[in-house]
DNA sequence: ATGACCTAACTTTTAGGA
């Protein structure tokens, strides 16, 4: 099976390029964050016509995120526990059927940014991070085959950023984002780009600004974090930078691993 | 050297992103 992850910047501005991606890669789930659309404004016909079932959690204007799978899906979950009070649609989780007849749990995350450092974004940043940690250690008891995909906004390490100064200041590379991001890699889960390659310069964004694409001025912070049943089955991963040159594209591109069931 | 973008919305300016 192959599982994927794309910040689209836009599901409407970018539903082409969806529509593309899924063509060409054929993924049997299709993680999407930044949808910025409501529920019912969500392009899915096109989608659906090429055999995708829809788990949509959007919001007005900012946020939104959605699962898309070949497969059936059930036990959807929409925001993780403990969320009164927090009106931004950043999680939704659903059970797959595999073809092998075994499941696999799959949650589509849009981490919140934080930026800018000593504001209320930050500690939001932070609360929502000890949330899926908590999540994440509920659901690891499952021990099902589980994937938490989505983009972090956190870049993990010195490696995962073209210039790692530049970056200091920014809530993306704090010590508190990254040691969050360490705490959910303690409780078990794999990083499963890491665990198949481990050079530096491997970039999952480029900002539209300053032409950090065409100078390579990347960061990496969209991940797919897999239990130990996912891990063990994990056999590559890729990172499609080539939607990055698109027309109009998103700053972010797709992630996919691709596993032996 | 410097600045350099994109999206949605109560749209001609702002908020949010990263």
């Known amino acids: 099976?192959?599982?994927?992850?794309?910040?689209?910047?836009s599901i409407k501005q970018r539903l082409d390029h969806a529509i593309r991606f899924l063509e060409e890669t054929q993924p049997d789930v299709l993680c999407l964050q930044e949808l910025k659309c409501q529920d019912e404004a969500f392009p899915g016909e096109r989608i659906e016509a090429l055999g995708y079932n829809l788990a949509v959690h959007g919001q007005k204007a900012f946020n939104g995120v959605a699962i898309l799978s070949r497969h059936p899906i059930s036990d959807i979950r929409r925001g993780l526990p403990e969320g009164d009070g927090d009106d931004h649609s950043r999680y939704i989780e659903a059970l797959v059927a595999r073809p092998d007849g075994g499941v696999l749990r799959v949650a589509s995350i849009y981490l919140p940014n934080g930026n800018p450092l000593g504001t209320p974004k930050f500690d939001y940043k932070l609360a929502w991070m000890r949330r899926l940690e908590q999540h994440a250690r509920a659901l690891l008891l499952l021990e099902e085959p589980l994937i938490l995909a989505g983009d972090y906004n956190v870049i993990p390490e010195p490696r995962d950023v073209y210039d790692a100064e530049a970056w200091l200041g920014d809530a993306l590379y704090q010590p508190e984002s990254r040691g969050a991001f360490r705490r959910l890699l303690a409780l078990g889960l794999t990083d499963a780009v890491r665990a198949?390659?481990?050079?530096?310069?491997?970039?999952?964004?480029?900002?539209?600004?300053?032409?950090?694409?065409?100078?390579?001025?990347?960061?990496?912070?969209?991940?797919?974090?897999?239990?130990?049943?996912a891990a063990d089955r994990l056999s590559a991963t890729e990172i499609h930078k080539a939607t990055r040159g698109w027309e109009k594209p998103s700053d972010h591109v797709p992630v996919s691993a691709r596993f032996d069931f």
């Open 1 to 9: 099976m192959l599982i994927a992850t794309w910040n689209v910047n």
């Open 196 to 229: 198949c390659d481990d050079a530096a310069g491997l970039y999952t964004f480029w900002d539209y600004q300053a032409g950090a694409w065409q100078r390579n001025k990347g960061i990496r912070i969209d991940h797919l974090l897999l239990s130990p049943q």
